[in-house]
């Protein structure tokens, strides 16, 4: 069991990204403004940078000597893993925090030294929130979530989206497609924490990305490691925490079904 420290930490966080899911909700009323990252699908709000800033000075005030790695920028230059370090992201899903209002998630997770102690992910408007501490279970509202059980893949959802069975510059449509047909079902919910966890919590059995941040999964990695979970690169190496990686979440069973029958005979690229 994780000692008291840890648990402090915990209730502070929990406190601070309920805080910031109303700043957000407040946020509905308002006009945003949108920018362009890479692309003209690759979005920010001044509402992710505004709900960074307030995480990050939180952390900061109350921890000095920890450090923060956020997506938009407003944590610190992490070059190592050393230490207790924050990985967030503001909004998961922030073209659905646009174009939906909802279905978009608030991530944060805490290593110490590379190892993951906490993991938190709030469905802002659903009101689900995630977390674990390191050995102790994951939780929904409190609530435990089970063990993932033995399963097949013609029984299960997979999270997918469809640009990884279209052309793209990273897969061969053709390797992920006939998955499409395999499974029960395809799932696509345009946030990649949300996926995580809906993984973690059998809502999914399955969940594939060929290109997630640090901030997308690390939360998520700690919830599947709770409950008997598998989260690996595509091809079945494991994922570097600091760099970008493709992510092949699942349910164990259903991790290697996938892995054995549909990617290792097919795979030339990561
Ligand atoms: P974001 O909303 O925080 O950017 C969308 O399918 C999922 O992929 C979201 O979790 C989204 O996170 C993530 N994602 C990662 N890189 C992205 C990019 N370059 N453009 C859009 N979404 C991206
Ligand atoms: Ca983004
Ligand atoms: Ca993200
Ligand atoms: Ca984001």
Redesign the pocket.
């Known amino acids: 069991m994780l000692d008291e420290h840890w648990r402090q930490l915990f209730g502070h966080a929990e406190e601070w990204i309920k805080e910031a899911g109303k700043l957000i909700k407040q946020s509905f009323q308002n006009e945003i403004t949108i920018q362009f990252k890479t692309n003209f699908s690759d979005l920010v709000t001044n509402i992710d940078k505004q709900v960074e800033q307030f995480l990050t000075s939180n952390i900061h005030k109350a921890y000095p000597d920890h450090r923060v790695l956020g997506?938009e920028g407003f944590g610190d230059f992490i070059e190592s893993s050393e230490g207790t370090v924050w990985i967030i992201?503001p909004i998961?899903?922030?073209t659905n925090f646009v174009n939906q209002q909802r279905h978009f998630a608030i991530?944060v997770a805490i290593y110490h030294h590379g190892a993951g102690k906490i993991g938190m992910i709030y469905d802002v408007v659903a009101d689900e929130f995630y977390h674990c501490l390191k050995g102790e279970g994951a939780y929904l509202n409190g609530v435990k979530l089970p063990q993932l059980k033995e399963k097949k893949l013609s029984q299960s959802l997979i999270g997918l989206n469809a640009t990884w069975v279209t052309k793209n510059r990273r897969i061969d449509p053709a390797v992920l497609a006939p998955l499409v047909n395999a499974a029960r079902g395809i799932r696509s919910y345009g946030?990649?924490?949300i996926e995580i966890a809906y993984v973690a919590s059998g809502r999914l059995d399955g969940y594939i990305s060929m290109r997630?941040?640090p901030?997308?999964f690390a939360a998520g990695m700690l919830l599947i490691d709770e409950v008997g979970g598998k989260i690996t690169r595509i091809n079945g190496e494991s994922i570097n925490l600091f760099e970008q990686n493709s992510v092949f979440v699942a349910n164990p069973f259903i991790h290697e079904e996938i892995l054995h029958n549909f990617i290792l005979p097919k795979f030339d690229k990561k």
Do not use: H, M
Request: hydrophobic share 30%.
């Open positions: 997506e992201d998961d899903g922030t991530s946030s990649a924490a997630l941040s901030w997308d």
